[in-house]
Nanobody
Framework: QVQLVESGGGLVQPGGSLRLSCAAS????????MSWYRQGPGKERELVAS????????NYADSGKGRFTISRDNNKNTVFLQMNSLKPEDTAVYYC?????????WGQGTQVTVSS
């Protein structure tokens, strides 16, 4: 059974950092591209960052460039999102996504709240 389980969310002050993790199981993690999406209050879900199956190619939305870093450990079937210099507008539910051609899996999401 496919599972993507996010963790690491929480409440952080502006300027702070969080590291999100997504543990995958039930599929061949190492051949899937992985992404982080987020959905803020009243907003549509948007792509935050993505990483290729081997980890050599990463892409970031403009909102996270220079502040967020996506990485993966194919030995541990885990993808990470390091978020620094967090802003209130980063408040959202963050979702892990696995994609291979037309096959897509989603996690249940983890809440990130940036507030003083």
């Amino acid at each position: 059974q496919v599972q993507l389980v996010e963790s690491g969310g929480g409440l952080v002050q502006p300027g702070g950092s969080l590291r999100l993790s997504c543990a995958a199981s039930g599929f061949t993690f190492s051949i899937f591209a992985m992404s982080w999406y987020r959905q803020g209050p009243g907003k549509e879900r948007e792509l935050v960052a993505s990483i290729s199956s081997a980890g050599g190619i990463t892409n970031y939305a403009d909102s996270g460039k220079g502040r967020f870093t996506i990485s993966r450990d194919n030995n541990k079937n885990t993808v990470f999102l390091q978020m620094n210099s967090l802003k209130p507008e980063d408040t959202a539910v963050y979702y892990c996504n696995a994609r291979l051609v037309r096959v897509t899996y989603w996690g249940q999401g983890t809440q990130v709240t940036v507030s003083s």
